[in-house]
């Protein structure tokens, strides 16, 4: 099954019919445009794993040097809404 990911328009001025050869092109041009959009979408949800892991790591260090239980529940009112938005 085939994921939807645009639409790729191509205009003219005069009505054209395309032949075979300028349909394959076309449909090879689709599937490339499609390949490098999936490519940056899984590009742009490693970037967000990998800041939340960053951030996950930096309230766990927090934690980690924390003495009482406000001092916890600082670091986690401090922090936890950074992390939860790193998604």
Do not use: K
């Not at 009505?15 to 999936?38: G, S, V």
Request: aromatic share 4%; hydrophobic share 50%; net charge negative.
């Amino acid at each position: 099954e085939r994921n939807v990911l645009g639409v790729l328009t191509i205009a003219f001025d005069d009505p054209h019919h395309f032949d075979t050869d300028e349909r394959r092109l076309l449909e090879a041009l689709a599937e490339q445009l499609a390949i490098a959009l999936a490519r940056a979408q899984l590009f742009e949800r490693d970037q967000h794993a990998a800041t939340r892991a960053v951030r996950l790591q930096s309230v766990g260090a927090a934690l980690l040097g924390a003495t009482d239980r406000a001092q916890v529940c600082r670091l986690l009112a401090d922090h936890g809404c950074a992390v939860m938005n790193a998604q």
